[in-house]
């Protein structure tokens, strides 16, 4: 029970939950389908050993070569070998050996007798050093704490030595070697011809990654989060997943460790200390750690059809579903379209003297069938010409992208130019100018489209859509309202006010209208979240992890339509923490990273600290830069270290919450993050 004491004091450091207030007499288990943890890649290694040295003391040397942060770089490569989002060592595989224990004989016994003795052909080895270096006669040594400049063989560790150990003694498929000393780029293979040729007959199954070159200096400073080497800093940061880059799959690779660490040094010092590796020594298949919230989440399956039933007031009535006829209808004699895919469709009615119905938005749901209801009733009053203006307009809006809809716009103001009171005009208008993203234009078009025609609730919806979007809730209530006063039915405008009531905190109201969306149309997934997200924050969490498993299911398809915008689900993140809002493609991924945030929330709430780590993490696979879930997951870690009493999980949880400030500090969360950082900082310093 080595820091209980120091557990317990971080636990009250004000853990709120990322937007929860804490449930009252929930039960415990929540019934959910299980996630799956991510797994490594299929040649994880059998086991893994490490040898970590660290010294900054050397009681037989001047003050000028003493040092200040190798110890502490010691504990940060231990802890990010530990890590279980990192090198994901057992702790007891992992010797450290700092200050004074980091003698010649202990170094020499950890690395010449206990590897040599535990590492098998299947296994993983790291050696990691940070201290001092020094040349005597045309050979390296790595310098102990009993090192003596006056007896340099007899107190140095021949870099030989540690070649013919590592070569020889030691048998794994993988070898690391790290080293961060002053004059560690001069043991690397590339500077075997002035030195010893010990590494540089060594087996492909080295990695070896040394501080700097030949005759540069390895710095430190205090500047790096209280302290480090320049090197072993980016290192542990390389591991702990920023390395994860190329491709990002959730492990860090010997090649990305190598060039993220290069980078990031040589950048830091300002091209003062260039880390070196030599990259045709080792199997291209090494990998270094495993970060399972970088895991890639699988494409959406595909789309899961539905079906569209159109029915007509008359007859010979041509139909067109996203720009193209679908055939002509006959008054009495509905028309059924099968094989769409789910989520918004443009439906037009055209029959010859009269106003078309429409354009218009309907919404297709997955396995069901929609009906969709078309009425010719007005003669024809409107140009022919503004007429064609808008269909050419639509029919760039549908393919999507900016240049499609920068020449959708093009033609809607032509159509407007032509006719002022064309509503429609100005409905696309402003649909086309938010998915350009300019919020002014488009709220001026939508107000043009309700101000012609106060019943076009299309226009209405789609400007409480966008309201949502840049945060106007009030005023996306008050547009949803008068949806629903022109058709209290409207399942869209029920899935918008349970969001816009979310948002205001009205969690009561929110989940009224969120039940009444899903009895409308129960294979609609987003009401399921909201209703999710009101459950939990009303403390209902046993109910909302049931909800957020609900929309998993439901939404577990692609529902993007070629460059079509389901506009009520756009503004899906505001006041989630994100800083801008989320793009066309990234709706599907953003809001799945949701679902799990909240089911993670829900485990964590109740005490199941594993199960909120793998449902986090599943979040972050598809949204790496939620701050929330970040935040959870850095207390579910905390929280477990505490439980399990093992400092391991101390190491994720540190990173995590780092992140969060990262991310947003403005958050309040971020505050907390904060005391929590440095809680942790003196817990794993008391080590």
Same mark, same amino acid.
């Given at each position: ?145 009993? +090192?003596?400049? #006056? @007896? &340099?063989?007899?107190?140095?560790? %021949?870099?030989?030595?540690? !070649? ?125 750690? +495993?970060?399972? #919230? @970088? &895991?890639?989440?699988?494409?959406? %399956?595909?789309?899961?059809? !539905? ?77 022919k010409q503004a007429e064609e203006a808008l269909d050419k307009g639509l029919s760039y809006y549908q393919k999507g992208y900016e240049d499609n809809y920068k020449k959708a716009v093009e ?56 309201l949502l979007d840049i945060g106007d809730v009030d005023e996306a209530i008050r547009q949803i309202n008068t949806v629903l006063t022109l058709q209290p039915n409207h399942e869209q405008a ?194």
């Amino acid at each position: 029970m080595r820091n209980r004491f120091l557990f317990a004091a971080l636990a009250l450091v004000g853990l709120a939950t990322a937007q929860t207030p804490p449930p009252k007499g929930q039960q415990r288990d929540l019934k959910l389908e299980k996630i799956e943890p991510p797994k490594p890649p299929s040649n994880a290694p059998a086991h893994s050993y490490a040898v970590v040295v660290g010294v900054a003391a050397y009681p037989k040397l001047e003050a000028k070569f003493q040092l200040h942060f190798p110890e502490r770089d010691a504990q940060s490569i231990y802890h990010a070998l530990t890590s279980s989002e990192g090198g994901n060592f057992k702790e007891e595989n992992v010797r450290v050996l700092t200050g004074a224990k980091a003698t010649l004989a202990g170094v020499r016994d950890a690395i010449g007798k206990w590897l040599p003795s535990v590492a098998q052909g299947e296994d993983r080895v790291v050696i990691y050093f940070a201290g001092h270096g020094f040349i005597y006669e045309g050979k390296a040594y790595l310098a102990p704490s009993d +090192f003596d400049m #006056g @007896n &340099v063989k007899g107190t140095g560790y %021949p870099m030989d030595e540690l !070649g013919s150990t590592i070569a020889g003694k030691i048998h794994a498929k993988w070898k690391v070697l790290l080293t961060d000393a002053c004059h560690s780029g001069a043991i690397t293979p590339e500077d075997s011809e002035n030195l010893n040729h010990g590494l540089g007959n060594l087996t492909e199954s080295l990695f070896s990654l040394t501080a700097s070159r030949d005759r540069e200096i390895s710095y430190e400073t205090p500047e790096l989060e209280g302290g480090h080497g320049v090197f072993t800093y980016y290192v542990v940061k390389g591991l702990e997943g920023e390395a994860d880059l190329s491709p990002q799959d959730g492990t860090v690779s010997a090649d990305e460790l190598a060039e993220y660490v290069h980078t990031q040094v040589r950048k830091s010092t300002n091209g003062l200390q260039n880390p070196t590796s030599d990259r045709s020594s080792y199997d291209k298949n090494m990998w270094l750690s +495993f970060i399972p #919230g @970088n &895991v890639n989440p699988a494409t959406a %399956p595909p789309p899961q059809f !539905g079906t569209m039933a159109i029915t007509v007031n008359m007859d010979d009535v041509e139909v067109f579903v996203d720009g193209n006829s679908v055939g002509v209808v006959a008054k009495g004699k509905p028309f059924t379209l099968p094989g769409l895919k789910p989520g918004q469709h443009t439906v037009k009615g055209v029959h010859q003297g009269f106003e078309p119905d429409g354009p218009r938005e309907e919404t297709i749901y997955p396995g069901t069938e929609s009906t969709v209801n078309i009425k010719i009733l007005i003669p024809r009053r409107r140009s022919k010409q503004a007429e064609e203006a808008l269909d050419k307009g639509l029919s760039y809006y549908q393919k999507g992208y900016e240049d499609n809809y920068k020449k959708a716009v093009e033609q809607f103001l032509k159509a407007m130019q032509l006719d002022s009171k064309y509503s429609q005009a100005a409905y696309y208008l402003g649909l086309s100018y938010n998915a350009l993203f300019e919020e002014d234009k488009a709220q001026q078009y939508f107000k043009k489209a309700v101000e012609i025609d106060p019943d076009y609730k299309e226009a209405h919806a789609a400007y409480a859509g966008m309201l949502l979007d840049i945060g106007d809730v009030d005023e996306a209530i008050r547009q949803i309202n008068t949806v629903l006063t022109l058709q209290p039915n409207h399942e869209q405008a029920l899935t918008m006010q349970a969001q816009a009531y979310r948002f205001k905190a009205l969690y009561d109201q929110s989940i009224d209208a969120a039940h009444k969306a899903i009895a409308l149309a129960p294979k609609s997934a987003e009401p399921h979240l909201w209703l999710g997200d009101s459950l939990r924050l009303s403390g209902k969490v046993p109910d909302a992890a049931a909800e957020y498993t609900q929309y998993l299911k439901l939404s577990d398809f692609d529902s993007k339509l070629a460059g079509k915008l389901n506009y009520y689900i756009l503004g899906s993140l505001f006041g989630m923490g994100k800083k801008k809002r989320a793009a066309q493609e990234d709706i599907w991924k953003d809001l799945r990273s949701l679902a799990y945030f909240g089911i993670c929330d829900c485990q964590y709430l109740s005490k199941q600290y594993d199960a909120a780590i793998l449902a986090c993490q599943k979040s972050l696979s598809y949204y790496s830069q939620d701050p929330f879930a970040h935040y959870d997951l850095g207390l579910a870690y905390l929280h477990k270290a505490d439980v399990s009493d093992n400092p391991a999980d101390l190491a994720p949880a540190l990173q995590h919450l780092r992140q969060v400030i990262a991310i947003n500090p403005d958050l309040d969360q971020a505050k907390t993050a904060q005391k929590n950082i440095v809680m942790i900082q003196q817990a794993l310093a008391a080590q």
